[in-house]
């Protein structure tokens, strides 16, 4: 979204300031919006629920994938809250209500200006904490098929805590500290998220790159490529194998501890 926003602001700044004050604005128009998305983050929180109870209920299927795939369902449970939250609660209608004297609001702006920052801030940190468990499930699944030491895959697996909430933890301190983070009607995502415009209504690229989509890009390449790898190694290894077989289909077979996954 922000790597679009920024493409399209090429010719300008769309905005001359982040929060630019609005006399009367209309929240109808994006009803229907809210309603979506948070219809779509309960679905999203449901089915995250039930990998998570199902890990911990079923000792059976409790394999090194899905291990990886309990964290990664972590990152969308958190993702789903953050989202839900966004949706339900529009803090950005009771920040913009602060300069308006004909509105009474029953706690301080300063609240929902902290409140619009804090839920940001999850939603910033479990999206790319998501995409990180994301990149190392493909690693895994690329190593799991190539790599027959297996020694990688195991570094792989306990490297990942320290990359995977480590990394998106720090990016979202540092978006926080720098505010970077916070009510985003104009250059943002319409709700608490991140801000991508500097004070003078200037996309800053940085902050796009490294907020988000710079994780994106990076994990959709290389899964792209990690998948594309892993089907053309297969299907050399089918070929060899059914010429040694006679021109019988052979059948592939994984690590005993991890084939129940697939």
Not at 148 to 163: K, P
Not at 176 to 185: A, Q, S
């Amino acid at each position: 979204m922000s790597l679009l926003y920024l493409l399209r602001n090429d010719n300008g700044p769309i905005s001359k300031n982040i929060t630019p004050q609005h006399p009367e604005i209309d929240y109808t128009g994006v009803t229907t919006a809210r309603i979506i998305s948070s219809f779509m983050s309960a679905c999203s929180i449901s089915g995250a629920l039930l990998i998570i109870l199902s890990y911990i209920i079923f000792k059976d299927i409790r394999t090194k994938a899905r291990f990886i795939l309990l964290h990664l369902s972590i990152g969308d449970f958190g993702v789903g809250c953050s989202n839900f939250i966004g949706a339900v609660v529009h803090f950005g209608q009771y920040i913009d209500h602060c300069h308006d004297v004909n509105h009474s609001l029953p706690l301080p702006c300063s609240s929902y200006i902290g409140l619009c920052k804090t839920q940001a801030f999850f939603a910033m940190f479990f999206t790319n904490a998501s995409i990180l468990w994301t990149l190392v499930l493909a690693l895994y699944v690329y190593i799991l098929v190539v790599d027959t030491g297996r020694r990688l895959s195991q570094l792989l697996v306990r490297s990942a805590y320290v990359i995977c909430w480590g990394l998106p933890f720090v990016v979202s301190v540092w978006l926080v500290v720098t505010g970077r983070l916070g009510n985003t009607e104009h250059g943002g995502g319409g709700w608490c998220s991140l801000i991508v415009e500097d004070a003078k209504g200037n996309v800053n690229v940085f902050t796009v790159l490294f907020g988000s989509d710079l994780w994106v890009m990076t994990t959709f390449i290389v899964i792209l490529f990690l998948y594309t790898t892993t089907h053309c190694y297969l299907r050399i290894k089918r070929k060899e194998m059914k010429q040694s077989y006679g021109g019988h289909k052979p059948q592939l077979t994984l690590y005993s501890s991890d084939q129940n996954f697939f």
